[in-house]
């Protein structure tokens, strides 16, 4: 292994971690696995070993077994630091594809209690509302998420569709009304 300013650099997990990044779900499959014969306590590969076990279904479900070797992964690994989010994000992130939202909502939270920052969690938040028809609660997060990363407005781009749904824009876009209206008459909520 290299040194990388001042740290180890792990390039068998980078690699690992670009195949998964790519699509390649069964070549990091293999590549973490041994990363984990080699290095049993390395929880970036439990947690990235458990994304990939996810991403290889081609439909997730609960019962398949790469479904509960994942969330046992994702368990152990959120044992192992108990102050680290991303165990907890990832799992909102695969009961989400699995279709248990009020599950992923859950972790999703549990994550933001130990990293208040974090919009990409309120993202899956908001998407999961609208999944659930709570407009209102889509629409709060979707606007949390934008103010913590203004570069996400592009991912939320179905925000004027929810509010139309929500009642706050009629269907040309125009402001009916907004929850936010006492905050600041004058902003423009369509745009978040």
Not at 66 to 89: G, I, N, Q, R, Y
Request: charged content about 35%; hydrophobic content about 40%.
């Amino acid at each position: 292994m290299e040194r990388f300013f001042g740290r180890q650099k792990d390039r068998e997990y980078q690699e690992a971690a670009r195949n998964l990044a790519d699509g390649k779900p069964e070549a990091a499959i293999r590549q973490l696995r041994e990363i984990l014969e080699e290095k049993p306590k390395h929880v970036n590969a439990m947690v990235s070993l458990a994304v990939a076990l996810i991403q290889v279904q081609e439909k997730p479900k609960k019962e398949a077994p790469e479904t509960v070797e994942a969330l046992k992964l994702l368990d152990k690994a959120a044992e192992m630091k108990p102050k680290d989010p991303v165990p907890l994000f990832n799992k909102g992130v695969c009961y989400r594809d699995l279709g248990l939202h009020e599950q992923s909502l859950e972790y999703f939270e549990a994550a933001l209690k130990l990293e208040k920052k974090q919009p990409l969690a309120l993202v899956h938040m908001a998407e999961v509302n609208v999944e659930l028809e709570r407009w209102e609660e889509a629409i709060r997060l979707a606007r949390l998420a934008l103010i913590q990363d203004p570069g996400l407005e592009e991912a939320l781009a179905w925000v004027p569709a929810v509010m139309v749904k929500a009642g706050y824009l009629d269907e040309e876009g125009n402001i009916i009304h907004t929850p936010w209206e006492d905050e600041d008459p004058g902003a423009d909520w369509t745009r978040v």
